[in-house]
Structure formats: C-alpha cells, structure tokens
C-alpha cells in the first residue's frame, strides 16, 4: 500500500542534493521514500495525505537515552533546583530500584517512554542499560533495551557499585559482563568523568568492548573538562555525548575527527550546568547531534522539540543546524543511513508539524507542534 503525502509547505530532506523543498511530495511505499519531488509532479498511490501547507521533516533521532530504570528522583531534582549540585552519585539511586524491579516493570517503562517519545515525533531511540551494574542485572537491562529500542548500547561502566573496589569492578565489566551482554547490544559506552570512570578504567572499557565487536560510544566532558572527548577521538567512539566542558584542543580534535559532538542540552539546563559551546563545534566543523538524555536523574524528558528549541534560542545554533542536528546527525552517531533523511529509499520515517516551516519549532517555544508521525511507513501518530 503506497501512500502520497502531498502539498507540504516546506520539506527538510537533509539530502545534499535535494535540500529543503516547498510546495513539496513525497511518496511512501513499503516502509520506504518511494519518491520526493515537487508536488504537481507526484505520481499516484493507494492513498493520499493532504499535509495542507505543513512542515515535513524526517523523525527525530534520538540517540541518547537512559529508559531501562525503575524509581523517581524527584526530591533529587528537587533539591538541585534548590542549589545542590549534581553528582554521578544519583545514579546509585536509580540502580537500588532498578534492580527490585521485576522485568515487566522494566519493560513497561521502557514502552511508556518510547510511546512518549513517538507521540513527539521521534521514530528511532537509543538506549542503554547502565542501572543494573551487575551481570545479571546488565544482561536483563540489555535484552529489555534490545526487545524495544532501535538501538542498544551497554553501559556496565555507568558508575562504580558504591563499597565495590573500582579495579575489580572494570576487570568485571571487561570480563564476564561483556562477554554476557554483548551479544544482546550494538554498541558500548563509558563514563569517562570525575566520580565515575579515569582515562585508564575508560580505555580499558572501550578496548575490551571492542575486541568484542561493539561500536563505542563515550559519556565525556559533562562536569568538567577531562580526558573523555580525547579519549573518544583516539579509539574512533562514533559519538561523545555530553560535551558541555571543552577546552580548544578538545574542539579541534572533534573537528578533525570521524567522532560526532552528541550534545544534551535538557541535561545541562536540569543539571544547572552551562550549555555546551554549540557555535565553536560547528564553526571549527564538527559534527553535531543533539539528543534528550532522557533518564530519570540529570535529565527527564523524551521532547527532542525541547532540545531543538534550546539549542536555536540559548545556544546560536540556527534552525537548520539544529533541525539537523536532531535528525541526520543523531543518524550519523548511530552509524546509520537508512534514517534521518527523506531521500529516495530512506527509511519512511516522518514528522509533520503543525506549522508551515520547522522556524517555528523555535519561534513557538513549548508549543506541541507534531501533527503527524510515519515510522517505518506506518502512521504512528
Ligand atoms: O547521561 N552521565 C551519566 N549518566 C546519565 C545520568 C544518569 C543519572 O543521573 O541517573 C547522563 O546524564
């Protein structure tokens, strides 16, 4: 059944050749972009979808997200609204009612967030285990993340168990818990921060997931600078996420690197952090995502809306920056081109907006915009 969405008023493809089109077609046939082009020239198809002068732009991409977790911190954030800082230490919360959690419960949270996070347009979520933080409960936290999310990621190395000894902890996760989770995952990460993981334990992490097959990915330079961005370069991570303290070196680095600048804007702000330096990491070329974070301590939304609208408003990335950056380059750091471009034979993942131009994903701050939602062809929304 192929369907034609017809008379969009603007259409962010993020093809380079194809740009942004108005008064634009595109047409969708089993689960993919069967054809775009200007709208008096579409060709027929089963069915027809009258976007009435709507923005069309490809489905978020969130690639960075905590979902497998049980618990509320709502008194921690809480008391950081009140002045208190945040700590990795948080973490240790969420990982105690993780695993009194039973899978079910697990499971449901992970369908309510996702189910959230389409109803706003996203089509593809990361996420990652990281509150079990023991075999068992890194393998359960993995296999959940793997039955809903499009991609999954290992996180053993989120924080050190508290009374755990740090050492025999990393060779743990290098170890058995690896060679338990990783057939289950695509990628693995690290917390490379202060209160978390060194450069050495990270490496140690990275090298040992890798020699598994894992693609890798890095938590950097969230609460100060520090070797994660450095470290991410060097071992080719596909994204460091965070971002939000960077020295010159560490910009340069990204900019002459494969390694995309994954930066969590809602985690700043709900941290009390600064925002990352958006502008220097595009202006020196590198490669920017944007992502919700969403987890229930440093940062609990699934609204990549929010993240666009922050970045344009607070952090001098334009509309189109930004609008790519939650899309094409969030593909990017999942390694993927089937997704986050409406080009011919792209998957057909989209967001229509009930708005002429994604402008007003800024222009209208905090105004639910998403009219409709296609994922993999089908109408979610
Ligand atoms: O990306 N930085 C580490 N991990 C999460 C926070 C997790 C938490 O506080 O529960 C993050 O912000």
């Not at 990652?128 to 890194?138: C, F, M, N, S, V």
């Not at 917390?191 to 997931?209: H, I, M, N, P, T």
């Not at 950097?220 to 596909?238: D, K, M």
Request: hydrophobic content about 45%; proline content about 4%.
């Amino acid at each position: 059944m192929s369907t034609l969405i017809t008379d969009i008023g603007e259409l962010t493809t993020n093809d380079p050749e194809l740009g942004r089109l108005t008064d634009a077609a595109l047409v969708v046939d089993d689960g993919r972009v069967a054809w775009v082009g200007a709208a008096p020239d579409a060709p027929a198809a089963d069915e027809r979808f009258d976007a009435a002068g709507r923005a069309v732009l490809p489905g978020w991409v969130d690639s960075h997200t905590h979902l497998v977790f049980a618990g509320d911190r709502t008194a921690e954030f809480e008391a950081r609204m009140s002045g208190k800082p945040y700590t990795a230490g948080g973490i240790a919360t969420t990982v105690d009612a993780t695993r009194a959690a039973s899978d079910a419960e697990l499971a449901a949270t992970v369908r309510r967030h996702i189910a959230e996070a389409v109803s706003q347009g996203t089509t593809c979520i990361e996420t990652k285990t990281g509150y079990g933080l023991t075999t068992a409960d890194e393998l359960r936290s993995a296999r959940i993340a793997a039955r809903h999310a499009d991609e999954t990621t290992f996180l053993g190395a989120h924080l050190v168990p508290p009374g755990a000894d740090a050492d025999a902890y990393v060779a743990l996760v290098c170890g058995e818990m690896l060679d338990a989770v990783a057939p289950h995952v695509r990628w693995a990460d690290v917390f490379c921060e202060q209160g978390a993981f060194d450069a050495d334990q990270s490496r140690a992490v990275l090298e040992a997931a890798a020699a598994r097959g894992l693609g890798l990915r890095v938590h950097g330079n969230q609460l100060g600078e520090g070797p994660g961005v450095r470290l991410a370069v060097e071992l080719g991570a596909a994204s460091v996420d965070h971002c939000t303290y960077l020295s010159a070196a560490d910009v340069d680095a990204l900019a002459n690197s494969g390694t995309v600048a994954t930066l969590l804007p809602a985690c700043d702000l709900s941290t009390r952090q600064s925002l990352p330096p958006a502008r220097a990491l595009l202006d020196a070329g590198a490669t920017v995502a944007l992502a919700s974070n969403c987890n229930p301590g440093s940062s609990y939304t699934t609204s990549m809306a929010y993240c666009v609208t922050t970045a344009v408003l607070q952090m001098r990335m334009t509309i189109e920056e930004a609008v790519h950056a939650a899309t094409k380059a969030g593909a990017i750091a999942l390694n993927r081109n089937d997704i986050g471009h409406l080009a011919v034979g792209a998957r057909a993942d989209l967001h229509v907006l009930d708005a002429p131009s994604t402008t007003h994903l800024a222009y209208r701050p905090g105004v639910p915009l998403t009219h409709a939602v296609w994922r993999k062809g089908e109408r979610v929304r």
